[in-house]
């Protein structure tokens, strides 16, 4: 996507093709260049010649239930390009049976069943998925076109209403949003100005580029600037009788109609089968519950060019068991597709049921910036750790008397990326570098810098003391549910004893953690690495500024920052504000080179000052896929950010190849 | 006997008093609440819009006053928001967790829970008695030494092992479906002769599981209380006096080594509503107690509350009972006769 009116004639900029062994996923990385400005333009494939209409409502259409095929599709259905990407048109119907850990996780589903204003394809190339396009003025003047004709799941339009009732009614309205709109929508406090041009034409307008704007759409989490108005508008007190709202919501035993709009209005969360979506499922049945049923969507807006409408199953079925059943669960054969909750530990088990049950275990790496990663907190409330933490000499020192291969070879079955935590190769932002630039085993070095620092003074077990004489014994606190993160710190005891350092684990629940964090207790915490290890220029590099309290290298300025400096502490180490600086320039900025250039600096920044001490990336995750689903890659790249799971392989797009394997097993 | 039973109710509610605000108090003692874990939880999955909705959130619920306020509404003697009444007046609470009201959460899974756990009782006096009354007619026999054996090891073998291995088996070599209390199929049916069966069926693995220590400590106990009876001169005088053996057993000696069970009633009675979680979170089973552990991680404080006062006000009341039973059973046992 250009940040550049199309009268500047740009030159293309330099490709990066790192390829990463990854057929399906070779993140052909393209910058935003010439070619990228058609990305947010309409789609140029042809329409279908005919539709077909879908076996699943044939009788509701029939029997008039249910309007014909031609009459539910946009005008403009998105027509997917199955054959550009090595897919094959597929058959429609049948279930997939999937496994969640809880309700509450069915918020996953809509990360998986990918579909968004505007989207990622497997190129990480940002493209119109439920718009049919976008026009982008230097990300200062965004309008987009939705699909003529399209439709709400229940058969209602959808307009330029659902867009201007979010905004207008929902983001503005206090009583909803307290604190305001979401910040992606607002650049330096000021709002867009919201314009409806027709009713399918929507324009947001602010005074400065919001670069941030379009990829926030395309997030795992869809922060959905629209809503099904004709549902909304029966809990908003502006449209209905306020005596027969504050008369429901006290049924559902909540205090106003604000709470009950907050309730019903969870498009993302699937927990209110009332409302209507435009995803290729829709949920049939609410919490509690043992199982839920998703049934297909009878206007999603996606078709093949058989002119048959995707999703190609009919109905997805998530059942509710515990997450360390998983496993055994696969290995006994009873779930067609499972990725979330299983581990790298799991892999014996799930390889061990596949003949006798007919699935297959994929393997993919999992893009993150390093698998266990070591976060020394610099805000740390003791002063005597402070300064220490404080001190690069000591971070570097750390990550070098890191014995990152053993650790490969133990826990990683020798297949991960040993380095720091930084982005993966294969990523446009991606140098050798930063992988390496402190990321090797040198115990000498590591012990030189520490003798530089002044911990010299040992005990008789040679542990260093520190300058008030404790010893230099770090307590790693860390999440007690990560069982590699624990493994792989306990190989680290017998690393860092080389270099003079002590090592203690102490495993708790992830929220004592954070709270711990925020309250500037733990010396170290250990968790993952960077969550978006494949970023393009034109993500947000959110990540590596000191800008959120969750990041356990700095709770405190994270604080500071999100609290809008009522709590924590104002960013007090110069390379570190440097990064603050970088962050806010990227973000005022619509040229993608610049924000290229910056990325490269943070990163530069973070793999030069150990902020983070990454290990090995490139943990696999299991997938399970039944024997006979097609158009799923063997392998590809698995993460939260930016692929959604695996969102935009696109599942809707997944088929059984055969008539007797649809039945599953239920129902 | 009036007298007496008006005391121990005016202790039952004192005691209950003391557990609500201790189980409260307690509950809340991490740092944070539920809606600010929730809200880092979200965040560090990226989704920064949760936390707009957090201070709505609070405040709806009233987690900004102080944890003393707090208690007072949950027991109702203060007003609370959302029209919440409080616990005296019957009202149960809210789960944040399932956004529904506690006894929508807690009812679905407390028959089941009952019926497991029912189960598993039967199971363990059906086939524990038996056992010890042979142990200890025979003792020191081949049977007896078998039976010891298969005891600690039931005793020994940590349940969610043993409930993996026998899920694992069950499911290669019976087809019966890992986890939970009926096939997933039958999820969102009506109760069908199909359904019951793969109830039953299901209840296998978890009533073994959870049974098999409690019988190996029962097979243990009873068979100790029966040797003690049976050395007494009573039990001797009528076998002397040609009782048949098993009718001069069973009308003293085993009335009289059932005694401690008796008195086990109080703890049985809550254990029928929270027992066997670990075993329950192992094998995906929808009782009470995984979702009693979840809401105490989580900080679900009023569903967490209300389960564990559920449990306290069981505990009392099967204590009430055991007494009056042990009393009707024990003629040696008088109240309030020094």
Same mark, same amino acid.
């Given at each position: 996507m250009t940040r550049l009116p199309p009268c500047l004639n740009r030159p293309l900029t330099r490709r990066a093709f790192a390829r990463a062994g990854l057929g399906a996923a070779s993140l052909a990385l393209l910058a935003r260049g010439a070619q990228a400005q058609s990305a947010l333009g309409p789609s140029t494939m042809p329409l279908p010649s005919h539709w077909v209409e879908t076996p699943f409502f044939q009788k509701l259409v029939e029997e008039g239930k249910l309007p014909p095929i031609a009459d539910r599709l946009p005008q403009q259905p998105l027509v997917v390009d199955l054959k550009a990407r090595g897919r094959e048109i597929g058959k429609q119907g049948g279930d997939i049976i999937t496994l969640a850990a809880r309700a509450r996780d069915l918020r996953y589903f809509s990360a998986i069943a990918y579909n968004r204003l505007v989207g990622y394809d497997e190129k990480l190339v940002l493209r119109p998925d439920i718009l049919e396009s976008v026009d982008n003025q230097d990300d200062r003047v965004i309008t987009l076109h939705l699909r003529r004709g399209h439709r709400w799941s229940d058969g209602h339009p959808f307009t330029a209403e659902d867009f201007r009732y979010w905004w207008e009614d929902a983001a503005l309205n206090k009583a909803l949003f307290p604190a305001g709109p979401p910040i992606f929508m607002m650049i330096d406090g000021q709002l867009p100005t919201f314009t409806v041009v027709d009713e399918v034409t929507v324009r947001y307008e602010w005074h400065r580029p919001n670069p941030r704007f379009l990829p926030t759409l395309a997030l795992p989490r869809d922060p959905m600037i629209y809503r099904p108005a004709h549902y909304m508008k029966q809990f908003h007190s502006r449209y209905s009788d306020a005596e027969a709202l504050a008369q429901a919501a006290a049924r559902a035993k909540l205090k106003s109609w604000a709470a009950l709009h907050n309730r019903m209005d969870d498009m993302f969360e699937n927990s209110n089968p009332d409302i209507p979506t435009l995803g290729p499922w829709k949920i049939m049945n609410a919490s509690p519950a043992t199982r839920f049923v998703f049934q297909r969507n009878p206007y999603y807006h996606r078709v093949d060019e058989a002119g048959q409408q995707l999703p190609y199953t009919d109905k997805v079925i998530v059942d509710i068991a515990s997450a360390g059943l998983f496993p055994a669960k696969a290995n006994a054969g009873e779930v067609d597709f499972l990725a979330r909750g299983l581990s790298m530990p799991d892999i014996p088990v799930l390889k061990e049921g596949e003949k006798a049950q007919g699935y297959r275990t994929l393997l993919w790496p999992i893009a993150r910036g390093s698998q266990v990663a070591l976060y020394p907190n610099l805000t740390v409330s003791d002063p005597v750790w402070r300064k220490l933490n404080r001190d690069v000499r000591f971070r570097r020192a750390l990550s070098l008397g890191i014995d990152r291969h053993t650790i490969n070879n133990a826990i990683f079955f020798g297949l991960g990326q040993e380095g720091n935590n930084t982005v993966r190769e294969g990523s446009a932002m991606f140098e050798p570098d930063f992988r390496t630039r402190y990321g090797i085993y040198d115990p000498e070095a590591a012990n030189a810098l520490l003798d530089e620092i002044g911990l010299t003074e040992r005990r008789g077990d040679g542990t260093r003391l520190l300058s008030d004489g404790r010893p230099l014994e770090i307590v790693v606190e860390v999440d007690g549910e990560g069982g590699m993160t624990v493994d792989t710190l306990q190989l680290l005891v017998e690393f860092w004893r080389e270099i003079g350092v002590g090592l203690f684990i102490k495993p708790q629940d992830i929220n004592v953690l954070r709270n711990r964090a925020y309250a500037g207790l733990p010396v170290m915490v250990a968790g993952f690495g960077l969550d978006n290890a494949i970023p393009t220029a034109e993500m947000l590099p959110s990540e590596l500024a000191p800008i959120f309290q969750d990041n356990f290298a700095w709770p405190k300025w994270g604080q500071y920052i999100e609290t809008k400096g009522k709590n924590g502490e104002a960013c007090d180490v110069q390379e570190a504000q440097r990064l603050l600086t970088l962050y806010i320039t990227w973000l005022s900025t619509a040229d993608e080179a610049e924000q290229a250039k910056i990325w490269k600096e943070m990163l530069s920044n973070h793999a030069d000052q150990q902020w983070s001490i990454g290990t090995v990336a490139d943990a696999l995750q299991p997938i399970i896929l039944r024997d006979g689903l097609k158009n799923f890659p063997v392998k590809a790249l698995y993460s939260w950010d930016p692929t959604s799971l695996v969102g935009i392989y696109r599942v809707d797009e997944v088929y059984w190849d055969k008539a007797e394997r649809r039945v599953a097993q239920a129902l | 006997?009036?007298?007496?039973?008006?005391?121990?109710?005016?202790?039952?509610?004192?005691?209950?008093?003391?557990?609500?605000?201790?189980?409260?108090?307690?509950?809340?003692?991490?740092?944070?609440?539920?809606?600010?874990?929730?809200?880092?939880?979200?965040?560090?999955?990226?989704?920064?819009?949760?936390?707009?909705?957090?201070?709505?959130?609070?405040?709806?619920? $009233? =987690?900004?006053? *102080?944890?003393?306020?707090?208690? &007072?509404?949950?027991?109702?003697? %203060?007003?609370?928001?959302? +029209?919440? @009444?409080?616990?005296?007046?019957?009202?149960?609470?809210?789960?944040?967790?399932?956004?529904?009201?506690?006894?929508?959460?807690?009812?679905?899974?407390?028959?089941?829970?009952?019926?497991?756990?029912?189960?598993?009782?039967?199971?363990?006096?059906?086939?524990?008695?038996?056992?010890?009354?042979?142990?200890?007619?025979?003792?020191?026999?081949?049977?007896?030494?078998?039976?010891?054996?298969?005891?600690?090891? $039931? =005793?020994?073998? *940590?349940?969610?092992?043993?409930? &993996?291995?026998?899920?694992?088996? %069950?499911?290669?070599?019976? +087809?019966? @479906?890992?986890?939970?209390?009926?096939?997933?199929?039958?999820?969102?049916?009506?109760?069908?002769?199909?359904?019951?069966?793969?109830?039953?069926?299901?209840?296998?693995?978890?009533?073994?599981?959870?049974?098999?220590?409690?019988?190996?400590?029962?097979?243990?106990?009873?068979?100790?209380?029966?040797?003690?009876?049976?050395?007494?001169q009573y039990y001797v005088t009528a076998k002397a006096k040609g009782l048949p053996p098993t009718k001069a057993l069973l009308k003293y000696p085993f009335r009289m080594a059932l005694n401690p069970f008796v008195s086990d009633i109080g703890n049985l009675l809550p254990h029928l509503v929270s027992g066997s979680v670990l075993v329950s979170l192992v094998m995906s089973l929808p009782t009470v107690g995984p979702i009693l552990l979840a809401a105490l991680k989580s900080q679900d404080q009023f569903l967490a509350g209300f389960i564990l006062m559920f449990v306290a006000v069981l505990t009392v009341v099967g204590m009430l009972i055991s007494d009056l039973l042990l009393a009707w059973l024990d003629p040696r046992i008088r109240l309030g006769q020094r």
């Open positions: - | 006997m009036i007298v007496f039973l008006t005391k121990r109710f005016a202790t039952m509610v004192g005691t209950l008093l003391l557990i609500s605000a201790l189980t409260f108090f307690i509950i809340k003692l991490p740092p944070g609440d539920f809606l600010s874990n929730q809200i880092a939880e979200l965040r560090s999955q990226g989704d920064a819009g949760a936390a707009a909705r957090a201070d709505f959130l609070i405040k709806q619920y $009233g =987690l900004d006053r *102080p944890v003393w306020e707090q208690y &007072l509404v949950w027991m109702g003697a %203060m007003p609370g928001s959302n +029209g919440y @009444s409080g616990l005296l007046q019957g009202d149960w609470g809210w789960s944040f967790e399932y956004d529904k009201p506690v006894n929508e959460v807690v009812g679905d899974a407390l028959w089941l829970t009952l019926l497991l756990n029912l189960a598993t009782v039967a199971f363990v006096h059906i086939v524990a008695i038996p056992i010890a009354i042979y142990s200890a007619r025979r003792q020191y026999s081949l049977g007896d030494y078998a039976f010891t054996l298969l005891g600690y090891i $039931g =005793l020994a073998m *940590p349940s969610f092992l043993l409930a &993996l291995i026998l899920l694992y088996y %069950m499911n290669r070599w019976f +087809g019966i @479906s890992i986890g939970g209390l009926y096939d997933s199929r039958y999820a969102n049916e009506p109760w069908t002769p199909d359904k019951i069966k793969s109830l039953l069926q299901h209840l296998i693995v978890p009533t073994l599981v959870i049974g098999l220590s409690g019988t190996a400590a029962m097979i243990r106990r009873m068979r100790a209380n029966l040797l003690d009876e049976l050395s007494k």
